[in-house]
């Protein structure tokens, strides 16, 4: 999937670039590629599912974003509708880019799933998800704070 939308994507705009910079690098910054969606897709094995009458593990069709290393896919369908969320939304999708540059595609695949697993497949409970969200709030609730996510993700 990264390889068909990575080249595809836009680049982060120069005003949320400028809005991101105290606390990301500016190679990951720069690498960010942006894809926006009707609705994310949900991957191709889980029709297999389906017909198995197995139950989907996740529906994406019902995420706000997801990272694919460094390109990040926005449904129009679930996204926040202001500016100061999409930021927020954009700032915990780049968290997963640079939990992807520390931690390489496979480790990151691999922690995720087990992640996942080990916490009762709940979302939330997903290690991974809960750094994002932990550095995410942090940025909510402090904006002004200014602080590096490359010192907080390892």
């Keep these: 999937m990264h390889a068909e939308l990575h080249p595809n994507g836009h680049p982060l705009a120069a005003a949320l670039i400028r809005r991101l910079s105290p606390f990301f690098t ?13 609705e994310i897709p949900n991957p191709p094995f889980y029709s ?28 129009a369908k679930e996204a926040p509708s202001s500016d100061a969320g999409m930021t927020s939304l954009l700032f915990h999708e780049a968290v997963h880019v640079v939990q992807y540059e520390h931690l390489g595609l496979d480790r990151f695949m691999r922690d995720y799933v087990t992640g996942w697993a080990a916490n009762g497949f709940e979302y939330r409970n997903i290690p991974l998800e809960r750094q ?3 550095l995410q709030d942090r940025f909510d609730q402090s904006p002004s704070l200014v602080f590096s996510v490359h010192d907080n993700v390892g």
């Design 26 to 38: 500016p190679n990951t910054l720069a690498r960010i590629r942006v894809v926006f969606l009707k």
């Design 48 to 75: 297999v599912l389906a017909t198995r009458g197995q139950q989907i593990p996740l529906d994406f069709r019902q995420m706000a974003g997801i990272t694919f290393i460094d390109t990040i896919l926005i449904s």
């Design 132 to 134: 994002a969200y932990s």
